[in-house]
T-cell receptor, first 116, second 112 residues
């Protein structure tokens, strides 16, 4: 596709369950970002990949959150033992390269996670 | 710590008038400042950015002004249209970390 694709668009789960959110970036974009956005707030940085490696995971809130990008394209954000406070929209963005250029990130429409 | 904030959470503007959205920042080490537009149910969309060594940059119907002395950033939208209704975020980009930090946003609504 032409843009960043995220699936599922909506996910409702129960507290304690495991969740995976998928991001398919724009073809050829080496940099990939995950953000979390709560209602009425700006996106909060979680993790940044350059290629297959996590260049900066300082935004992951705790060890229940983990993300991978094994082939340098699609990324999966994994959340274990979900809590109600994890409810938010999880945004993925990609850029051609994340180093030393402007901040033109291309965002997907997000995955809305609701933990009951 | 570093923060990017906004003066006003909501702004209502008459259609056709100019809009000015303001933002204050606290970290003078940022390399770029960026404005994003987010419509309901969508991801943020890049509007315009400005390097920290500039004080003004113009795009199509938009102008960004940067005042480093008072750490203030503004987005001016000329001849505001209904399609401009959205939440606008200012953000800081640190090229050394390749990380963008967002502020909390201003909702712009257009009166007919």
């Amino acid at each position: 596709g032409a843009g960043v694709s995220q699936t599922p668009s909506n996910k409702v789960t129960e507290k304690g369950k495991y969740v995976e959110l998928r991001c398919d970036p724009i073809s050829g974009h080496t940099a990939l970002y995950w953000y979390r956005q709560s209602l009425g707030q700006g996106p909060e940085f979680l993790i940044y990949f350059q290629g297959t490696g996590a260049a900066d995971d300082s935004g992951l809130p705790n060890d229940r959150f983990f993300a991978v990008r094994p082939e340098g394209s699609v990324s999966t954000l994994k959340i274990q033992r979900t809590e109600r406070g994890d409810s938010a929209v999880y945004l993925c963005a990609s850029s051609l390269t994340g180093q030393g250029i402007t901040g033109e990130l291309f965002f997907g429409e997000g995955s809305r996670l609701t933990v009951l | 710590g570093e923060s990017v904030g906004l003066h006003l959470p909501t702004l209502s503007v008459q259609e056709g008038d100019n809009s000015i959205i303001n933002c204050a920042y606290s970290n003078s080490a940022s390399d770029y400042f960026i404005w994003y537009k987010q419509e309901s149910g969508k991801g943020p969309q890049f509007i315009i950015d400005i390097r920290s060594n500039m004080d003004k940059r113009q795009g199509q119907r938009v102008t960004v002004l940067l005042n480093k002395t008072v750490k203030h950033l503004s987005l001016q939208i000329a001849a505001t249209q209904p399609g401009d209704s959205a939440v606008y975020f200012c953000a800081e980009f640190y090229s050394s970390a390749s990380k963008i930090i967002f502020g909390s946003g201003t909702r712009l609504s257009i009166r007919p």
